[in-house]
């Protein structure tokens, strides 16, 4: 089945006959779970109009690079930061060269340059312009560029030729596309995460709690999935829905959360702490709804065990990755959670900058491990944990052939 959940897909659209049939590509994404944004070439609006393209995306239609209320609306950095996937379908003999060269002569050839998402293209064009060795050139150029190309296929062409040239169908292309996601490099690797914040009660209708939204362990837990692994997600309080094909464990306060994790240790290979579990529970629990009276109040607090501190001690003790949340000085005190608290690596993050950490949907990290570290750059959460997952499954196959290197 295919599996596009909350994939988020920048479908380009460039001039051709083929350029009707990138209507039924936009619908077969969406079936299979994806979110998608339309960019079209002045060629491709000769063929299809963005009207179309609008009703059945959704959203609206991106056209030109030097338009300022389209800017004003989505920006086109912000547009090629948004995707995790830019389809091009179809891609012309032009668009291929144009894209070979790194030209930026229009939007989105610019998309193209400024992604760090993955690019694919699914090429249409004539059977001979398929041949020349010119675009022969070019598709040799773009795949040594790791830019994946969907087909072409061979048969009758709209020109009446027969040969190689026509674009695949619809449903192919969704196939593809979502087979980009997927990776068999946790095969078999078992992965518990935590995610979201802990809620400590003080009586029974207040509690102390934290400004995690769950949006980065439930990204990880997505990302590993797709790397192939069976994932255990332990989530704290939280509205976000469940990743499809992981198993989600759902607790209240960090004792719970503490007994889900130790509860999972006979069967977790990597165990990932994303979660912002409150460091202390008030020492009583009211049982009735505590009364307004006196004009200051005091709340005795005690410890909570630290879950990923007792993992990393643990006897059956995983590959345990943590993160820091921190205001200040953040690679140091990373580097002293890391060490004390036994980790393999600590992912630290600035939560003083609202535009990333707690609740945010983008975060930026710095990687800490025992002998160096790496700083991703800015990305959205989902985007972000496919790279996270990349390098943890790096250590992690490095630590068990006694390694310790990260590329
Ligand atoms: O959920 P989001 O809105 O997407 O926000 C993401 C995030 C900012 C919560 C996430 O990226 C993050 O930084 N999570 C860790 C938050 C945190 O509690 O950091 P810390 O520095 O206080 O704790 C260090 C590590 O110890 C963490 O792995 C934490 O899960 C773990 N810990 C902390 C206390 C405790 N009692 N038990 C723990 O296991």
Known sequence: MLQLTNKQILLGITGGIAAYKAAEVVRRLQDAGATVRVVMTAGAQKFI???????????PVHCDLLDPEAEAAMGHIELARWADLVLVTPASANFMARLTQGQADDLLTTLCLATTAPVAIAPAMNQAMWKDPATQHNIEQLIARNIAIFGPDQGSQACGDIGPGRMLEAQHIAQLAAQQFQSNALDGVKIT????????????????????????GFALAQAAVEAGAAVTLIAGPTSLPTPERVTRIDVESAEQMHQAAIGQLSQCDIFIGAAAVADYRPVAIAEQKIKKSADSMTIELTRNPDIIAAVASHEDRPFTVGFAAETENVTGHAQGKLKRKKLDLIIANDVSNQAI??????????LIWKDGDETLALASKQQLSRTIIDKIQQQFANSRSGHQVIT
Not at 194 to 215: C, F, L, M, W
Request: hydrophobic share 30%; no cysteine; charged share 15%.
């Open 49 to 59: 109009t963005p009207l179309t393209l609008q009703a059945l995306s959704g959203n």
């Open 193 to 216: 995460i935590t995610a979201g914040p802990t809620r400590e009660a003080i009586d029974p209708v207040r509690y102390i709690s934290n400004h995690s939204s769950g949006k980065m």
């Open 357 to 366: 950490g707690f609740n945010s949907d983008d975060n930026q990290v710095q």
